[in-house]
């Protein structure tokens, strides 16, 4: 990032007076495609997209070098099955029915991949149909459970990513997967997970995107107060189940074609299917544009727990802790993780500041590492929004024992590092 970026960052956000980045984006009647990697910087992005959080899609000209466009798909552009076998044949992977509602979602088993690989290629020869069902193959941890190297490269675009840098530095989990399946496979409607960011390329394959602007949702829902599980559904046109419906507008459409990559913003709905056989890589993300919404999102887990079991408030002892401890087991994360989540990125962007770190230099000097603007430009973020962590009521009842530095300690070196950035850089 560069000072005129980061100044231009800095402004949007105070320009917001206190309103979620997601909540304020203008209407589109299309998504933006950008056609060449030579003319469209990281800059641009920033501005252009991640910034008002708006979706676009980039060409395949952008990931024509990955190694798994190459080599996962033939020459005819279906999946590579003799090189998935050979390669990942015996390793154990989520497969979801697509067939079959559970609640929103659809029901997962576990089974080699080869096992997958050969019911694909039998779904194909019974003309996409199965007694065993609609099976997708979903959230593939290639990453954490191999070497991913030359499968892909992070876009540049892409790699302000706080997600998987906190989990990398855990060494426990992430958030980047792969996708695979036949045509037909989708996934139901949702918002990706923290309100986080998403991008998805098709190594080989189609699909088709509906994306619905933050808020266009709440339309969407039922007389019970549900979010549809299918938005293509007929069942949405019924006005006494769906009262709301003539308030949202229709979804943005977008066709994903081979080697085209996707960028999801923070909050968007969406629901996706696989036009043909299809595999994709995604990854979740969260940085500084996107902070503020995924703790806007994880006060609105815990107050929903906290009304699932209010009945109990005055009985339990510790209620406030089981309630984060609920909160964990539904959402991944509770107030605790997330205050370690916001420390761990917020000690290395002031490591990196004291050390003065210069931004890597490719061609055309386009920053390609965080560097110091944009080790500022974190630091900011980390500030705002960990100064309404600190006061929120909840977060004051979660045992201090747990954190170190004291979160107070934490927002007065990071203040300090935001009044020092403003005059040095």
């Given at each position: 990032?560069?000072?005129?970026?980061?100044?231009?960052?800095?402004?949007?956000?105070?320009?917001?007076?206190?309103?979620l980045p997601s909540r304020v984006c203008p209407k589109l009647d299309r998504v933006d495609f950008i056609e060449k990697p030579d003319s469209f910087s990281y800059a641009d992005f920033f501005k252009g997209y991640l910034l008002p959080n708006l979706p676009c899609v980039f060409s395949s000209a952008f990931t024509e070098d990955w190694g798994s466009r190459r080599l996962w798909v033939t020459p005819s552009g279906k999946p590579n099955f003799d090189y998935l076998l050979q390669n990942y044949g015996d390793v154990v992977v989520p497969v979801a029915n697509c067939g079959v509602q559970e609640y929103n979602s659809n029901p997962k088993e576990h089974m080699p991949l080869r096992d997958y690989i050969s019911y694909w290629k039998e779904y194909i020869q019974a003309n996409y149909s199965s007694s065993r069902g609609c099976l997708y193959l979903k959230d593939w941890h290639l990453c954490r459970d191999f070497l991913a190297e030359g499968v892909f490269t992070l876009p540049i675009y892409f790699s302000?990513?706080?997600?998987?840098?906190?989990?990398?530095?855990?060494?426990?989990?992430?958030?980047?997967?792969?996708?695979?399946?036949?045509?037909?496979?989708?996934?139901?409607?949702?918002?990706?997970?923290?309100?986080?960011?998403?991008?998805?390329?098709?190594?080989?394959?189609?699909?088709?995107?509906?994306?619905?602007?933050?808020?266009?949702?709440?339309?969407?829902?039922?007389?019970?107060?549900?979010?549809?599980?299918?938005?293509?559904?007929?069942?949405?046109?019924?006005?006494?189940?769906?009262?709301?419906?003539?308030?949202?507008?229709?979804?943005?459409?977008?066709?994903?074609?081979?080697?085209?990559?996707?960028?999801?913003?923070?909050?968007?709905?969406?629901?996706?299917?696989?036009?043909?056989?299809?595999?994709?890589?995604?990854?979740?993300?969260?940085?500084?544009?996107?902070?503020?919404?995924?703790?806007?999102?994880?006060?609105?887990?815990l107050s929903a727990v906290q009304q699932e079991v209010i009945e109990w408030r005055d009985t339990m002892p510790d209620w406030h802790h089981h309630c984060q401890v609920i909160m964990k087991s539904c959402s991944g994360i509770n107030f605790e993780e997330f205050y370690h989540f916001l420390k761990i990125i917020a000690e290395r962007r002031l490591l990196l500041l004291a050390k003065g770190m210069s931004p890597g230099q490719v061609e055309g000097g386009e920053d390609t590492g965080l560097g110091p603007q944009q080790a500022a430009f974190d630091i900011g973020r980390i500030a705002e929004v960990l100064e309404s962590v600190v006061a929120h009521p909840d977060f004051q009842r979660v045992d201090p024992s747990t954190f170190s530095p004291r979160p107070e300690v934490l927002l007065r070196q990071l203040e300090e590092a935001v009044a020092a950035t403003t005059s040095l850089y």
């Open positions: 990032m560069d000072r005129e970026t980061r100044v231009f960052a800095e402004s949007h956000f105070r320009g917001l007076e206190g309103r302000s990513d706080w997600l998987n840098e906190y989990w990398d530095a855990l060494d426990v989990d992430d958030y980047r997967f792969v996708y695979m399946g036949p045509t037909g496979t989708w996934s139901p409607f949702h918002a990706d997970v923290f309100r986080s960011f998403s991008w998805s390329v098709n190594i080989c394959g189609r699909k088709k995107w509906f994306f619905f602007p933050p808020g266009q949702e709440e339309a969407l829902r039922d007389c019970h107060g549900g979010l549809p599980y299918d938005v293509t559904s007929p069942t949405l046109l019924d006005s006494r189940l769906h009262p709301m419906r003539d308030r949202c507008g229709p979804p943005l459409e977008v066709t994903q074609e081979a080697g085209e990559m996707v960028f999801v913003p923070s909050g968007w709905h969406h629901q996706v299917h696989n036009l043909e056989d299809t595999i994709s890589i995604n990854h979740n993300w969260v940085n500084g544009c996107n902070l503020a919404n995924m703790w806007h999102f994880l006060q609105q887990e």
